[in-house]
């Protein structure tokens, strides 16, 4: 099963979260401590994404991409309208991504490259592709649309169907609320690779949309636990750990597998695994949402997070 972290802090480089620490994702992804539900190694791709003030764009991509701060669904601009550029702005920020589908200890951009990038913030997994999925750079996480970057450290069984089942549900509990067509099934066929976890982000991508005090969910936080609360009833067995940033804010759930917190005044870090021996690591318990920036870490039980404004 992949490993995932988050970082929200002071400047670091970005390579800085794949290695550092005796225990650092890299060595999690030969050696992983806590791995539930199988597989040994993580060997089939890393990805990393870094947020940075849109200012620092340069005029070539601000100009494309400017109206996109205040984008909202519906606008051309908005989470599709940057699908594999491996960039998108949105609220001053904007997120860039490095993939890799090869095993992590096999690219020299780790050491080379990635530590001389700088970001307050930052989010990366590791792979080990659910069999019968493909191995390709499109299917390593993490995920990007508008501020956001995803990534899903689990299984869904079956997740075609569920995930049809899952994209009906929700568009009933939407339209009921006012929205029109918000989830569309044939919307999953846009995710960019065929894996449980790209379509999860297609779905997690319009709830996100849709987000806010006057929206279908309340908070990004709404949504991620609705996803998954929403997925648990069709897929009892599914493994859900999310893990979201959008360069200020993390929030992550717990499904079956480990997570574990470093919340200081300074920093906000969730690892699917403590990387050093710091003893303010925190493990989160299952079936939780986390919500954590520097200052500040919440975790509340799953069922009662996914509450909808309706
Ligand atoms: N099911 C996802 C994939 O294959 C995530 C895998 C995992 O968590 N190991 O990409």
Redesign the pocket.
């Known amino acids: ?2 490993r995932h972290a988050g970082y929200v802090g002071p400047e670091i480089g970005v390579g800085e979260l794949l290695t550092r620490g005796a225990h650092s994702l890299r060595t999690q992804a030969w050696a992983p401590r806590e791995m539930r539900g199988g ?1 040994t190694i ?1 060997a ?1 791709g890393f990805g990393v994404a870094w947020w940075r003030a849109a200012e620092s764009v340069p005029s070539s991509v601000t100009e494309g991409e400017g109206q996109v701060r205040a984008a909202g669904r519906g606008d051309t601009a908005g989470r599709g309208g940057v699908p594999d550029s491996g960039m998108g702005v949105r609220g001053g920020v904007v997120v860039s991504r490095y993939r890799n589908p090869a095993p992590i200890w096999t690219d020299p951009a780790v050491e080379e490259v990635l530590p001389q990038l700088k970001s307050t913030a930052v989010l990366a997994s590791i ?4 069999v019968g ?1 493909p191995v390709e750079r499109a ?1 390593c ?1 993490p995920f990007l649309g508008g501020r956001w970057a995803f990534s ?5 069984p079956g997740w075609r169907r569920v995930l049809t089942a899952v994209s009906s549900d929700l568009d009933t509990a939407a339209t009921q609320w006012g929205a029109t067509r918000l989830f569309e099934t044939a919307q999953l066929l846009e995710a960019e690779s065929a ?3 790209a379509a999860l982000w297609v779905l997690l991508g319009d709830l996100l949309d849709s987000a806010g005090p006057e929206g279908f969910v309340e908070s990004a936080g709404a949504a991620l636990a609705l996803l998954a609360t929403t997925v648990l009833t069709h897929a009892p067995d599914a ?1 859900l ?1 999310f893990l979201l940033g959008d360069g200020a804010q993390l929030w992550a759930t717990t499904v079956h597998h480990a997570l574990s917190a470093l919340v200081t005044d300074d920093c906000a870090i969730l690892s699917s695994e403590p990387y050093d021996d710091d003893p303010r690591w925190q493990p989160i318990p299952d079936r939780c949402l986390v919500t954590a920036r520097p200052g500040h870490l919440s975790v509340e039980p799953l069922s009662q997070a996914g509450r909808q404004a309706v």
């Open positions: 099963m992949c597989g993580n089939d792979r080990s592709a659910t999925m299917a996480a899903h450290n689990g299984v869904v894996t449980d976890s493994r750990n």
